[in-house]
């Protein structure tokens, strides 16, 4: 195996078990989110930083696909990236509008999450 590829390999290694954690704090975030004490932003014209102090438990979900989407870019995992990438647009619009977070997203966020924790399980399998 050449030089790069034992790089590949070795942040691989810390990417999986990270982006597992992530995962699965993630899902418990989102099971649990209680959607009756999301509250409105009052200015609209805030910065992101602003509105999110307004709904600390999307902030922090917001802030673990964020990580997740950025480190599996770094280690080559695009349609990890990606899915996470899916996730972090709905919570940013949830963020500014939290009306957007229903109960019909969350099951749809949970597949989301599923899927990507299944594609992470595979790393390294092949």
């Known amino acids: ?4 590829g034992r ?3 070795k942040w ?3 990417f999986k078990p990270e982006a597992t954690r ?4 993630l899902a418990r975030g989102l099971q649990q989110l209680d959607l009756q004490t999301l509250r ?25 696909v964020h990580t997740l989407k950025g480190s599996a870019g770094m280690v080559g995992q695009a349609e990890i990236a990606g899915l996470a990438e899916s996730i972090e647009k709905e919570l940013a619009n949830a963020l500014f509008d939290p009306a957007c977070f229903d109960e019909a997203l969350r099951p749809k966020l949970l597949g989301l999450t599923d899927q990507i924790t299944e594609k992470v399980r595979q790393i390294g399998q092949d």
């Open 22 to 25: 992530h995962l699965a704090e």
């Open 1 to 4: 195996m050449s030089g790069s």
């Open 7 to 9: 790089d590949t390999q």
């Open 12 to 14: 691989l290694a810390r």
């Open 40 to 64: 409105k932003p009052v200015n609209l014209k805030a910065t992101f930083q602003e509105i999110a102090q307004v709904n600390p438990e999307l902030r922090e979900l917001y802030r673990l």
